[in-house]
């Protein structure tokens, strides 16, 4: 079975500097997608990115991209020019690219808070 | 667009009450799963369906049912309430790429008393 571990429960950054989550993740496939997910306090679940393992090249939405490391199992996400609305829990995922179903494996979550 | 659809949002129940959660989606997404958050665990797949009519567990399947008798709706069935099911419960959808996001609804905060 597929783990997934973020080591950091709490982490914190001023605003305007960068700051990076880490995740790591233990499978034996090699056909995969990994996800960050960010959970405000609404409670919704938001996706922030996604990787997919066939793909060397990082991801990249804006703000937020993604260092894949596929050897060493590492999936950080960076989040640079850090804003208020950044705040929440961020959650990392992963999905079996061999499976049916809508089955993501999530780490335990990170809470990023972001100083004025 | 409405998306994903969970309700209600805050339930109460005694130990020993069933209920049912009720999720429905409008994307015409072919998966559809529950899933439970707690502290300091992430979110936890409860049950999971490929398809109207195919359904299958999860890494925490016990105490819970679930049937899909239409693309749209997935209900989560609470036979008998649990301290123990205190939690927060998700509903998502997905087309059956893999790759493709899963839309998640906003969750039900349910305390078993």
């Known amino acids: 079975a597929q783990t997934v571990t973020q080591s950091q429960p709490e982490m914190s950054v001023q605003e305007a500097e960068t700051v990076t989550l880490s995740c790591t993740y233990d499978?034996?496939?090699?056909?995969?997608?990994l996800f960050w997910y960010k959970q405000p306090p609404s409670r919704q679940m938001i996706l922030v990115i996604r990787?997919?393992?066939?793909?060397?090249q990082n991801a990249t939405e804006n703000r937020f991209s993604v260092n894949f490391q596929k050897a060493a199992k590492s999936f950080s996400l960076k989040i640079s020019d850090s804003q208020l609305g950044d705040a929440a829990m961020y959650f990392c995922?992963?999905?079996?690219?061999?499976?049916?179903?809508?089955?993501?494996?999530f780490g335990a979550g990170t809470i990023l808070r972001v100083k004025s | 667009n409405a998306g994903v659809t969970q309700t209600p949002k805050f339930q109460v129940l005694k130990t020993g009450q069933s209920m049912t959660l009720q999720c429905a989606q409008d994307?015409?997404?072919?998966?559809m799963s529950w899933y439970r958050q707690d502290p300091g665990m992430g979110l936890r797949l409860i049950h999971y369906?490929?398809?109207?009519?195919?359904?299958d567990q999860g890494e925490v399947p016990n105490g819970y049912n679930v049937s899909r008798s239409t693309t749209e709706d997935f209900p989560l069935r609470l036979l008998s309430a649990a301290p123990s099911q205190t939690s927060v419960y998700f509903c998502?959808?997905?087309?059956?790429?893999?790759?493709?996001?899963?839309?998640f609804g906003q969750g039900t905060r349910l305390t078993v008393v």
């Open positions: 998502a959808s997905s087309y059956s790429v893999s790759n493709t996001e899963a839309f």
């Open positions: 499978t034996s496939e090699s056909d995969y997608y």
């Open positions: 990787q997919e393992a066939y793909k060397q």
């Open positions: 995922a992963y999905r079996s690219a061999l499976e049916y179903g809508n089955k993501l494996v």
């Open positions: 994307m015409n997404h072919e998966y």
């Open positions: 369906s490929v398809g109207a009519g195919i359904t």
